[in-house]
């Protein structure tokens, strides 16, 4: 199964709204760290924000293939609505996402096809999300890819992801969009030494997060 107990780096390889043909056209990539992903899809053509959103997901106990919900607490688009899909595991290891998603107006049978890309970069650092007290703010490091989101009370929203480079030893941007462009956001390298330095212990644990709400 693709979504594990252990904190996650997710890939997508392809989407597929039946009754087409799959593909994909987007550098998506989601973390997954407890009962709390963070999902962030780039459109590769023009490096433009697709789609980005954060919140709680939990497995939903059935019989037949493996049900998750993931709640929206902050979306890009605004969405409120709770997802859910069911999960197969293919031939190669990776797993088929099967669900109903609203496209264009009409309801849309759809499959996502996943990967399992945290390999060992996770292994000997620390991972964690953690979200504002006030629900705008969300931030998250599994392995060397860091993220941060925010939609604040008038819906405008930002968003950054970061990449860990081992060979210079800095974080690196990868992408920002949003109102301000990421500006309202705290940066890898200060909300890592923040959180890693707060002792968290407990997801009810908090830990200030200077301007960053």
């Known amino acids: 199964m693709v979504i594990k107990a252990t904190p996650q780096i997710l890939k997508r390889i392809s989407v597929r709204w039946l009754p087409d043909e799959a593909y994909e056209n987007t550098d998506t990539i989601a973390l997954n760290v ?11 053509a023009d490096q433009s924000l697709e789609w980005s959103r954060a919140g709680e997901r939990k497995a939903v106990t059935s019989e037949g293939p493996t049900t998750f919900q993931w709640t929206r607490l902050i979306d890009s688009l605004g969405g409120t609505q709770t997802d859910e899909a069911a999960f197969t595991t293919l031939p ?9 998603f609203t496209k264009d107006g009409t ?4 499959e996502e096809v996943w990967r399992d890309v945290t390999g060992d970069m996770a292994e000997n650092t ?4 953690v979200r504002s007290k006030n629900g705008y703010a969300f931030y998250g490091k599994v392995g060397g890819i860091c993220m941060g989101m925010r939609r604040d009370e008038q819906g405008r929203f930002e968003v950054r992801r ?11 941007l990868v992408f920002e969009s949003g109102t301000g462009a990421g500006q309202g956001l705290q940066r890898a390298e200060d909300i890592v030494l923040l959180v890693e330095g707060s002792e968290l212990g407990k997801p009810a644990d908090y830990v200030i997060l200077g301007h960053a709400r």
């Open 162 to 172: 970061e990449d860990y480079d081992p060979s210079e030893k800095c974080w690196k």
């Open 126 to 129: 620390s991972s964690w999300i």
């Open 34 to 44: 407890g009962g709390f992903y963070m999902d962030l899809r780039i459109v590769t």
């Open 92 to 100: 190669n290891g990776d797993d088929l996402e099967s669900g109903i």
């Open 107 to 110: 309801p849309t049978a759809y």
